[in-house]
């Protein structure tokens, strides 16, 4: 079997990212990032994608209609023959035309336990500061699968991460960030090595 091409689309710092071009090169995962898109021109993950010689792609969405930026994407996307797309930190809702292109095929990370604190405008330090004001003991992680309903698609791995007395929106987030990258990194593994089966709202791992 060949290395699993991975599309990346990021908008920021791109930790996540980093952890997976690092998981490819160390053999971890068995596959390779063939394209990094994102939709701001400085976003640092660009950076981290030059440095590895990974072709880093802006499509910027000024003065584009939704539909249209997303078919430069999906272009982008082909010509890479990107297999698995994976969002790393997008800050763009995905259509449902380019959801089921790559249905099955493509995944997030959110940085708390779904189905809780998530959906459209659940991102970035909303999530913990709505963590921490409900008085939750108990976030962490969720990696699924993408699907039309925003952060509600079939889930492949969670892991949780225990809130303290003195945490603050950051440092919760602090805390759950390198869990992310494991738990991403690990998640790609699985489904480069075919090892994850979706039948319905349940992803079966297959060890
Ligand atoms: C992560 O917290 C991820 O859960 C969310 O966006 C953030 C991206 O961080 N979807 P980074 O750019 O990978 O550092």
């Known amino acids: 079997m060949g290395k699993l091409r991975i599309g990346v689309l990021a908008s920021g710092g791109g930790t996540n990212l980093q952890a997976i071009i690092d998981a490819c090169a160390a053999g971890d995962i068995a596959g390779e990032v063939v394209v990094v898109i994102s939709d701001m021109p400085d976003a640092r993950a660009l950076e981290r994608a030059r440095k590895k010689n990974i ?31 994976v969002l790393a930190g997008y800050m763009r809702i995905i259509t449902p035309w380019l959801v089921g292109k790559y249905e099955g095929r493509m995944m997030n990370i959110h940085p708390a336990q779904l189905p ?70 690990k998640a790609i593994a699985l489904y480069a090595a075919g090892k994850l089966k979706i039948e319905g709202r349940r992803v079966r791992i297959m060890l």
């Open 116 to 185: 809780a604190f998530g959906g459209s405008g659940m991102y970035g330090e909303k999530v913990h500061k709505a963590v921490l004001d409900h008085g939750c003991k108990v976030s962490g992680c969720t990696v699924h699968f993408v699907s039309t309903d925003v952060d509600g698609g079939p889930i492949i791995l969670q892991e949780p991460v225990y809130v303290l007395e003195s945490d603050t929106p950051e440092s919760l987030a602090n805390r759950i960030h390198p869990v992310e990258h494991r738990l991403y990194t």
């Open 55 to 85: 072709p880093a792609i802006v499509i910027p969405t000024k003065g584009l209609k939704r539909e249209e930026h997303e078919k430069l994407v999906h272009e982008a996307l082909m010509k890479a023959n990107a297999e698995l797309v």
